[in-house]
Nanobody
Framework: QLQLVESGGGLVQPGGSLRLSCRASRASLDFYSIAWFRQAPGKEHESVLCSSNKWGDIYFKRSLQGRFLVSRDNAKNTVWLQLNNLEAEDTAVYFC?????????????????WGQGTQVIVSS
């Protein structure tokens, strides 16, 4: 079964950048869609985007499309989420979810495999 591990979170000042990684093991990402979600304190999971192996990149929040960028290297079994020009409202735990094939779902139940999350704190 696919295993996912996120990394790259941390404390960053407003306007700063971070690059989050979602590294997969036990299966090849060639066959999986990987989505990024985030959960801010006291809030529900929020879908960010999906790197679909069928449909390409799907941005669920148009407001983030200019600041957040997704990339993947199946040879390295890794998907990255580049966060630019970060705002305090981006503070959250960021999770990656994986689904074999995948429809590019914008909801957590569309993904069977999850990492443990990585914390992003945007604060001055």
């Amino acid at each position: 079964q696919l295993q996912l591990v996120e990394s790259g979170g941390g404390l960053v000042q407003p306007g700063g950048s971070l690059r989050l990684s979602c590294r997969a093991s036990r299966a090849s990402l060639d066959f999986y869609s990987i989505a990024w979600f985030r959960q801010a304190p006291g809030k529900e999971h929020e879908s960010v985007l999906c790197s679909s192996n069928k449909w390409g990149d799907i941005y669920f929040k148009r407001s983030l499309q200019g600041r957040f960028l997704v990339s993947r290297d199946n040879a390295k079994n890794t998907v990255w989420l580049q966060l630019n020009n970060l705002e305090a409202e981006d503070t959250a735990v960021y999770f990656c979810g994986g689904e074999q094939g995948g429809s590019g779902a914008a909801y957590p139940s569309g993904y069977s495999y999850w990492g443990q999350g990585t914390q992003v704190i945007v604060s001055s």
